[in-house]
């Protein structure tokens, strides 16, 4: 079974995410970064492929960087293990929620 949007019944398979999210942890989040990633009831090791940028001190401006720092609003593409159906943020909201942990 899989949760989709009832107006656009084509789904979506992906071995790579666009992804953004805030850092909470001490770790040092670099393209390799290996970890595990919770995403709907689905739990897959990911690994980080490009640090994109951060977005910091509260302006919207993305800077480039090669490592996240505790408390960055991080853009990254991340790498699935194994390809993931899933839905795209702009089209579902509810469901492009995610959770990374070491």
Not at 2 to 9: E, K, R
Not at 29 to 43: E, P, Q, S
Not at 50 to 75: A, E, F
């Amino acid at each position: 079974d899989v949760l989709s949007s009832m107006q656009d019944a084509s789904l979506t398979v992906t071995k790579d995410l666009l992804c953004q999210f805030y850092l909470h942890s001490d770790v040092m989040f670099t393209a390799g970064y290996k970890c595990m990633a919770h995403i709907h009831t689905c739990r897959m090791e990911v690994s980080v492929v490009k640090i994109l940028g951060t977005y910091s001190d509260n302006t919207l401006t993305k800077k480039p960087v090669v490592k996240g720092v505790k408390g960055d609003l991080l853009h990254v593409i991340l790498r699935c293990a194994s390809p993931l159906v899933c839905e795209k943020f702009d089209v579902m909201p509810q469901m492009g929620r995610f959770a990374l942990r070491s």
